[in-house]
């Protein structure tokens, strides 16, 4: 099994930047997929980003284009989201999410995901 837990959540204007961590443990950490999800109180959790298990590729939502970056550091355990230009509508727990595999496919759906950080909330104020 692999353990996460997020951090960097916290509360931010309008067009300011956060950037999210989530620190891994448990399991060779290069043999995941990572993603980072977000839930908003009364919605279903949202796919937000995907990186591969090298870091070579990634995939973003359709909801952040240009404005969310997702990244790793396979030697540090660590997979990050850089949050820029954050609008009201971004506010939500951030939820770091990992899965055994080492294609090429990004997963958005969370039941595809095996392991889970506890989330780290994000308030941006208007």
């Known amino acids: 099994q692999v353990q996460l837990v997020e951090s960097g959540g916290g509360l931010v204007q309008a067009g300011g930047s956060l950037r999210l961590s989530c620190a891994a443990s448990?399991?060779?950490?290069?043999?995941?997929?990572l993603a980072w999800f977000r839930q908003a109180p009364g919605n279903e959790r949202e796919f937000v980003a995907a990186?591969?298990?090298?870091?070579?590729?990634?995939r973003a939502a359709d909801s952040v284009p240009g404005r969310f970056t997702i990244s790793r550091d396979n030697a540090k355990n660590t997979v990050y989201l850089q949050m820029n230009s954050l609008k009201p509508e971004d506010t939500a727990v951030y939820y770091c999410?990992?899965?055994?595999?080492?294609?090429?496919?990004?997963?958005?759906?969370?039941?595809?995901?095996?392991?889970w950080g506890q989330g780290t909330q994000v308030t941006v104020s208007s």
């Open positions: 999410a990992a899965e055994e595999y080492s294609g090429s496919y990004f997963y958005t759906s969370p039941y595809e995901y095996d392991y």
């Open positions: 448990g399991r060779t950490f290069s043999n995941y997929a």
């Open positions: 990186i591969s298990w090298s870091g070579g590729g990634t």
